[in-house]
């Protein structure tokens, strides 16, 4: 076959992930502060990069809303906006609702027995208070119905959304108002075996809206400003 004439496209794609991936999982886990300056600079040095794929990383981190840019001066960790918050949530929880309608039909006897596994693993990180590894199981669990719902449209637009409420998510996990979600995964585990798709979505649904009391109690929104 004709050889084509672009090299290394792989070589950058998986370095301009591999950046974003990184940057969006230090402002997700708290290691990179809201307010805390960006410098593509450093950041390319943390990472072992060159500058470019840091770049692109924080357009997408913009897009996403995690970061925020005024250009020529400044980007910055975007503090938690309540609003971008309520938005991701009422997304994610339709991408998922939609994941396991269209996964049901096919989920196989391995996939609901790996969802039992993800939520055994979730609710042991619970009682050792290990956010990481709850968070983590967490997105095993959900990962599965999306995966076999085999819409890439989905997991594009969950890629995009799910970080923003990651943020959130943590202080949930952190707390007793996290352990309801273990008994939640059980029954959409229950449900999709019994073949109800549409429990299982609206449980799904419902699971995911779990955060709307803490999204209550968190301050009003302001403005972004960048640190001295």
Known sequence: M???????????????????RAIRDAIVDGTLTPGERLNDGDLAQWLGVSRTPVREALTRLEQ?????????????VSTVDIRAVRAAQS?????????VRE?????????????????????????????????????????????????QAIRTVLDQFTP???RVERMR???LSGRGSVAQH???????????????????????QTLAPLLEA?????????QP
């Open 173 to 175: 996990f952190s707390s």
């Open 218 to 226: 968190m301050p009003a929104p302001s403005d972004n400003k960048p």
């Open 103 to 151: 996964a049901l039909p096919n989920l196989s006897a391995g996939e609901l027995d790996a969802m039992r596994e993800a939520n055994a693993r979730f609710a042991d990180a619970l009682r050792r208070d290990d956010v990481d590894a709850a968070l983590a199981a967490d997105d095993a669990f959900h990962d599965i119905p999306v995966i076999a719902s085999a819409n």
């Open 164 to 166: 923003v409420l990651r």
């Open 2 to 20: 004709p050889v084509p004439q672009s090299r290394g496209v792989v070589a950058r794609q998986l370095l301009r992930e591999n950046a974003y």
């Open 186 to 208: 059980e029954r959409i585990i229950a449900l999709c075996a019994a073949g109800d798709a549409e429990g299982a979505a609206l449980a799904v649904r419902a699971n995911w």
């Open 91 to 99: 997304v994610t929880a339709a991408m998922h609702e939609l994941a």
């Open 64 to 76: 996403a809303g995690l970061v925020r840019t005024k250009p020529g001066r400044y980007t910055i």
